[in-house]
């Protein structure tokens, strides 16, 4: 369970920061558009608008015991993964910064349908 929760957080997170590296305000518009009918993609993440981050203690008990059960489940390759991704986004890891923590401290992401993404810290015992 917490493989595919971070295989999707992670996958969440690289298609925000590409579709974020893409955007150039010079760069023309395509010559051939869709029609403005034409339904969205469901399957696009969206874009990252804000970052909350999280220490596990912060969290109610059961949620805590929640995100340490999805832990436990995954993998360190995806975790690697999630965290590279993070240190390449300058938005995310400014928000870790604010936190006194870094992407080595994140254990779980979450990507919300509104653009939050919220990364879940525990910091060495």
């Known amino acids: 369970m917490r493989t595919i929760a971070v295989l999707a957080a992670g996958a969440s997170l690289a298609f925000a920061v590409t579709a974020n590296a893409q ?8 010559a051939a558009q869709p029609p403005a009918s034409a339904p969205a993609t ?15 203690k912060e969290l109610p008990e ?4 929640k995100v340490n059960e999805v832990v436990a489940q995954g993998n360190e390759t995806d975790l690697q993964n999630l965290r590279t991704s993070i240190d390449g986004t300058p938005q995310i890891k400014s928000a870790l910064d604010a936190k006194g923590v870094v992407s080595a401290h994140v ?3 979450s990507m919300g349908k509104d653009g939050t993404l ?8």
């Open 23 to 30: 955007t150039t305000p010079s760069a023309p518009p395509p």
């Open 42 to 56: 469901p399957s696009a993440a969206p874009a990252i608008t804000r970052v909350n981050v999280v220490d596990i």
């Open 62 to 65: 059961a949620t805590q015991t």
């Open 107 to 109: 254990i779980a992401a």
């Open 118 to 125: 919220t990364l879940v810290t525990k910091k060495p015992s």
